[in-house]
């Protein structure tokens, strides 16, 4: 729990970033909300191209934490912040100069264009404060500091809630500048965090990186970064694609569709949060365990916060669908975006059920040090049902946005019972790195 909490409050903080959003542009119309929806998953698209050394520092670091080796430690991370940081700035670049090609990649209408493309190139523009971001705060997080990138959000939350009410609707002074106002203050609140995170990383866990230590440039360990990092981003970026292929098809669907699921998808993220909390938090420890090679503690510790981490999010799940279409409400005044998202948040409810299992074993199995069985199972079964079948039932069935839903519903289900099996038969033990 000392390690969940801290962790939970950062990724509220971080949901709320974009709920606030939303919230904040759907004053400015349906449509603001739809396209600021479509060219947000782009830069989570990207984002998760800056996890992936991110990924493998967590993993890496945490069993190297566990089992005492301070210098490898320093060498995995001072690597994995000269990588990020060109990939950074790179990325960074492209989606500054190709945002209207990219989105008319995705089929955005032409009356949505100029506010998303806005939003995409300011945003994308400053994306690398998350490359460098995301590799402070795996590190800390390895080594149990979990309260500096808490708040590092929490500050973070505020920078955004403050520019978005100065320049969206011009307060103080201020232009009233919409959808570009909220870019503006999204990218303020990112290089925000990264100093933030920067400061406490330098003053309390990596102090220095003797020059000595990269000479000769340390290969294992960044081929451990590799290792760790490519079969687990290749998972997270065959989801997040799969699902950029499925909003393409909603936004096929109508208007209406692509705002109720950028709605629901944010309102039920909040859902998940605890649960996601707990694993990440047990996730540390099940590094540091089999860092020292007690995989047995480690198994039984996993199970232990995979049913709290149940509990928790069916609970959720089951008060948000009865407050649905009070939530909706709040956002919108269109009836049918409210009964259509009334109805998703109870598919939400078993949705949940497979989410959590997936994201359990999927996590855990590589704290252990099993990566490549997560990643072909999710890449499988995202392409083939999350995509193919939705397709189908959605689009030539006439299904729409319902029984799009209810296929995410399948698919997370199935992928969570053949990773839980995995974890339960004990492929994993004996693949420590350290």
């Given amino acids: 729990m000392r390690l969940t909490i801290p962790i939970f409050m950062e990724i509220a ?36 191209v800056y996890r992936f050394a991110a990924s493998g520092v967590a993993v890496v670091c945490a069993q190297y934490h566990g089992a005492g080796l301070r210098k490898r430690l320093v060498q995995v991370v001072g690597v994995a912040l000269i990588f990020n940081a060109l990939l950074g700035f790179g990325m960074s670049a492209f989606l500054c100069l190709n945002a209207e090609t990219i989105l008319r990649m995705m089929g955005l209408r032409e009356e949505l264009m100029a506010e998303g493309a806005a939003y995409l190139r300011i945003t994308g523009a400053f994306s690398f404060f998350q490359a460098l971001g995301f ?72 102090r220095r990186y003797p020059r000595v230590w990269f000479r000769p440039f340390p290969w294992r360990e960044f081929t451990g970064i590799f290792k760790i ?28 569709a692509l705002t109720t699921r950028t709605y629901v998808a944010n309102s039920v993220m909040f859902t998940y949060l605890f649960g996601v ?33 149940m509990a928790v999010s069916l609970c959720c799940s089951g008060a948000l669908a009865l407050a649905g279409p009070w939530v909706l409400g709040i956002l919108t005044q269109n009836s049918e975006i409210i009964r259509l998202g009334t109805i ?31 990643m072909t199972v999710g890449i499988t079964f995202q392409w083939v049902i999350a995509v193919g079948v939705f397709w189908v039932v ?9 029984g799009a839903w209810v296929v995410f519903a399948i698919d997370e289900n199935v992928r969570g019972c053949i990773l839980l099996r995995r974890w339960h038969a004990k492929a994993w033990f004996g693949k420590s790195l350290a």
Avoid: K
């Fill in 394 to 402: 959605a689009i030539p069935l006439g299904f729409g946005l319902v």
């Fill in 344 to 374: 998703l948040f109870w598919i939400d409810c078993v949705l949940e059920i497979g989410r959590i299992r997936n994201i359990f074993a999927c996590w855990t199995l590589r704290a252990a040090g099993d990566v490549i069985y997560p």
């Fill in 13 to 48: 903080l971080v949901a709320l970033v974009g709920f606030v959003d939303m919230f904040m542009l759907s004053s400015c119309g349906d449509g603001a909300v739809a396209a600021v929806g479509l060219a947000s998953q782009i830069v989570m698209l990207v984002f998760l």
């Fill in 135 to 206: 590799t402070f705060s795996s590190s800390l997080r390895s080594v149990d500091r979990v309260r500096s990138p808490m708040v590092a959000t929490a500050v973070a939350n505020i920078v955004n809630v403050v520019g978005n009410y100065l320049l969206i609707y011009g307060h103080c002074g201020c232009p009233a500048l919409g959808v570009v106002g909220a870019a503006w203050a999204t990218a303020a609140s990112q290089g925000v965090s990264m100093m933030i995170l920067q400061v406490h990383h330098t003053r309390v866990h990596i």
């Fill in 277 to 309: 909390s707990a694993i990440q938090a047990g996730d540390i420890l099940v590094g540091h365990l089999i860092g020292q090679h007690r995989d047995n503690v480690a198994y039984l510790l996993g199970n232990f916060f995979y049913r709290r981490a």
């Fill in 229 to 256: 990092g490519l079969p687990a981003i290749g998972e997270e970026m065959s989801y997040c694609l799969s699902q950029a292929v499925t909003i393409y098809f909603i936004n096929q669907i109508s208007t209406e």
